[in-house]
């Protein structure tokens, strides 16, 4: 069993920056991939960014390519998404995710555990 609970997010300006952390408890997190997703008010939840158990793999959805970045310290149980140059399509609820898996996946159905949500809003 994993618990996981976001922090980190609030209002910014376009431009501006955010990092989001996921502080985790249980002692299989880190055997897990992670992930981010995303939620903005009237769409689907959505991938956003993915950390294999040992932080040697990520990928990133195509929007955020070069201004997100994941990371993870399995010492501190905790993983990070530093957001950079953000835009006002950024803004959304931002979800900390934990598969019961080592290998990513970009797929939301494949993610066991969830946190609560933490909101990032970008104005222009």
């Known amino acids: 069993q994993v618990q996981l609970v976001e922090s980190g997010g609030g209002s910014v300006q376009a431009g501006g920056s955010l990092r989001l952390s996921c502080a985790a408890s249980?002692?299989?997190?880190?055997?897990?991939?992670m992930g981010w997703f995303r939620q903005a008010p009237g769409k689907e939840r959505d991938f956003v960014a993915v950390?294999?158990?040992?932080?040697?793999?990520?990928s990133y959805t195509d929007s955020v390519k070069g201004r997100f970045t994941i990371s993870r310290d399995n010492a501190k149980n905790t993983m990070t998404l530093q957001m950079n140059s953000l835009k006002p399509e950024d803004t959304a609820v931002y979800y900390c995710?934990?598969?019961?898996?080592?290998?990513?996946?970009?797929?939301?159905?494949?993610?066991?555990?969830w946190g609560q949500g933490t909101q990032v809003t970008v104005s222009s």
């Open positions: 249980g002692r299989s997190f880190s055997s897990y991939a």
């Open positions: 950390i294999n158990w040992s932080g040697t793999t990520t």
């Open positions: 995710a934990s598969r019961r898996e080592r290998g990513i996946s970009w797929a939301r159905g494949e993610y066991a555990y």
